[in-house]
């Protein structure tokens, strides 16, 4: 048979491409040839191990006109959900043709769903190491080879399921993600050994451990591979994995680093592409800030801002944002757990792994104390509610534990555990007993857990609760409906009065007996759900586009979407909203969210929720984005959608709080008459619309 290298082949060359099959054994053997003609860089493999890999279904081909251009040898590693490449060879003749472009295509297909493609090649083989790199491969790690003189060899992975490795990253806290440029990270690896300090170092202090985590994109490992000392090559290996790697989908990062290779003009070599591969990793992986000292990529920071919402900084600007972020109490997680999680009720058989994942160490509990506790909270549940949070799909306990009971005139909750930094969860879980325990008709939640960490602590705060120093519990009074001064007396007038550590603005109302507007207003955020109606605060109707309001607040209308929501807010206390920049909102006041008609015009069209409103700011889009960025709600093409494309065009974002939804959600016809029966006209509420106290309460009156 002639040797396919005496073939000459087309500049370009489309092939077919393939599984071998087994019974084949001419194609088998022209495989087995091209593989001994290239034993040297391939290494020696029997001709009789070929048939094996062949019955397997392991060898893809690449042919035309039934002649052998290449193949890819592959296993399959079941145990590490992974394939690796063991040969991947050319004809000599089919070279250059983009053969082994083809070969691997179909690899990804036939191995659809493994999590990883590796290979190991040596490091001298340079033709070889561009091509891995031109596939898409990343070099990780590297291991002595085999060989007499102990070549080294680079082991090169392609994360082949981008979706897994997206929505796998798990933000398990309540950090700032960002992502960190070659040169930071090299000044960060030699800051030990560094005589003098340098600007990056700033990232290291101490104060920010808690509010920022560094990242890197897997185009580090190219940078770290390029350095010829080995040894030197280790140890910044072993740095990096100190640090978070952020993924990204890789058709979207490559249109952006074409984009941006025409932002930043730089002159053709591995380094420049290598550092403005960094940046379109850093924006395809969605990161808010880029932290680099590159003067060329700073100078275009505000293009970048404005075209993909990064926030390009030096590391002493991160410093100062964070710092600012921190005081002014606005930085929270963007992210919180996966979706489709929720309370379930602790099942007997979890209650050993639930104790040990809670018990307090700090306040030195006892694990067989807490264990004793569950299992008599599990057995009896006509009077304890006992429940765990979870994956979708999984028994494991993932961040928090409740458990609570209804007593005489309020609820208690015995149990109160959540995993440090995820106090969210905790607000979720309170929110949902306030609510609970109004619409009851009882008058308190009381928190006896003995063993309040500082994130619960936390979320008790935000919902008003003070700590009674009488009995060491945590309180929250409360009502439901529309009550006045008076009566909320009646309700709990002697719990109040009673209570050691009462919050301020109730004890300017029920003790002191002040009744002015603001103080009556802030007694009732501390009452919340109830509305006193004497608080004559401003109030408005606010329309809301369905596809926020599923996202920010109403989880009934996220259950029948078909795209699901992002829990995340909808576990929030607080969150924002942008719109235009006129009519003004008051800075504090009562709104009604109309919910507009879905696209088709079908569904909504309601007032379906009540808030508070925080605080409001009328300032550019941009401004407003960089300052409310650190919550994560809007991305900032749907800011600069609002803005009309200006991102100096000037919006209004107001915070909102407490939202309750309201149970008789009111249509926009009735909307309409109840307009008319208060002397106003009807109105589309294309805009906020202000209305009366009166009105406000008597819609309010209608739909809780």
């Not at 190991?120 to 031109?134: F, G, S, T, V």
């Not at 981008?162 to 440029?181: A, C, P, S, T």
């Not at 979320?459 to 120093?469: C, G």
């Amino acid at each position: 048979m002639r040797r396919l290298q005496l073939l000459k082949w087309p500049d370009s060359m489309t092939a077919e491409v393939r599984l071998l099959h087994a019974d084949n054994t001419d194609l088998l053997k022209q495989v087995i040839e091209l593989a001994d003609d290239n034993r040297n860089s391939l290494g020696f493999m029997p001709a009789q191990a070929f048939g094996p890999f062949a019955k397997s279904g392991n060898i893809i081909v690449a042919l035309q006109d039934n002649n052998l251009l290449g193949y890819i040898l592959f296993r399959r590693v079941k145990t590490k959900y992974s394939a690796a490449i063991t040969h991947l060879c050319v004809s000599e003749a089919a070279r250059g043709k983009r053969i082994p472009e083809q070969l691997f295509d179909c690899l990804k297909k036939v191995v659809k769903g493994v999590s990883a493609i590796t290979l190991k090649c040596r490091r001298d083989y340079k033709h070889a190491n561009r091509l891995w790199n031109r596939l898409g491969f990343v070099p990780r790690d590297e291991v002595t080879g085999r060989s007499l003189d102990g070549k080294p060899l680079t082991r090169w992975y392609y994360l082949s399921n981008n979706q897994l490795e997206l929505f796998g990253e798990k933000e398990d806290d309540d950090k700032l993600r960002v992502v960190i440029d070659a040169n930071v990270f090299y000044d960060l690896c030699n800051a030990k050994d560094a005589t003098s300090p340098k600007e990056s170092h700033s990232l290291l202090a101490d104060w920010l451990l808690d509010d920022i985590s560094l990242c890197v994109t897997d185009e580090i490992y190219h940078e770290i591979n390029r350095n010829q000392n080995r040894a030197i090559r280790e140890a910044n290996r072993k740095e990096v994995r100190k640090f978070e790697e952020r993924r990204y989908d890789k058709t979207n990062r490559d249109n952006i680093l074409t984009d941006i290779k025409n932002i930043i003009k730089r002159s053709e070599s591995e380094r420049n592409n290598s550092d403005l591969t960094h940046l379109a990793n850093a924006i395809a992986a969605k990161a808010r800030y880029f932290i680099t000292q590159d003067v060329a990529v700073i100078e275009e920071g505000e293009v970048l801002f404005d075209k993909y919402g990064l926030l390009v900084r030096r590391p002493v600007d991160l410093v100062v944002d964070i710092d600012e972020l921190k005081n002014n109490n606005k930085y929270v997680e963007s992210r919180f757990v996966e979706h489709k999680t929720s309370f379930a009720p602790i099942k007997a058989e979890n209650i050993t792994l639930i104790a040990q994942a809670f018990v307090s160490h700090e306040g030195r509990e006892k694990l067989n104390d807490l264990r004793a506790k569950l299992r008599t909270f599990v057995a009896t549940p006509e009077r304890y509610h006992a429940e765990v949070w979870k994956a979708n799909r999984s028994e494991v306990v993932q961040h928090a534990v409740i458990v609570w009971r209804v007593e005489d005139r309020g609820l208690d909750v015995s149990l109160l555990r959540c995993k440090s930094n995820h106090s969210r969860l905790a607000e979720r879980k309170i929110k949902e007993l306030i609510l609970d325990a109004s619409n009851q008709g009882l008058n308190y939640v009381r928190v006896s857990d003995q063993y309040v960490s500082d994130t619960v602590r936390k979320a008790l705060t935000e919902y008003n609760f003070f700590r009674d120093s009488s009995d060491d519990c945590w309180y929250r009074f409360l009502s439901s409906g529309i009550v006045s001064v008076a009566d909320m007396k009646k309700l709990v007038g002697d719990d109040l009065s009673s209570a050691g550590g009462l919050l301020e603005p109730l004890n300017q109302v029920f003790v002191k007996g002040e009744t002015d507007t603001i103080s009556l207003f802030n007694a009732e955020k501390c009452l919340w759900p109830v509305k006193l109606d004497g608080a004559k605060v401003p109030c408005y109707i606010v329309p809301i586009q369905h596809r926020w309001a599923r996202n920010l607040f109403d989880e009934r209308m996220s259950e029948a979407d078909i795209f699901g929501f992002d829990s995340t807010l909808l576990f929030s206390r607080r969150n924002v909203y942008y719109r235009a920049a006129s009519p003004r909102l008051p800075k504090e006041g009562r709104i009604l969210w109309y919910v507009s008609k879905s696209k088709g015009g079908k569904e909504y069209g309601e007032i379906r929720a009540a808030s508070y409103v925080e605080g409001v700011t009328i300032s550019s889009a941009k401004s407003l984005f960089r300052k409310y960025e650190g919550l994560g709600i809007y991305k900032w093409c749907d800011i600069k959608s609002l803005a009309k494309g200006d991102a100096n065009a000037s919006i209004m974002c107001f915070e909102f709080a407490d939202t309750e939804l309201l149970t008789k959600p009111m249509s926009f016809g009735d909307v309409q008459k109840i307009l008319v029966a208060h002397n106003r006209k009807p109105n589309q509420i294309v805009s906020p619309v202000e209305i009366s106290h009166e009105l406000y309460m008597k819609i309010y009156a209608e739909t809780c």
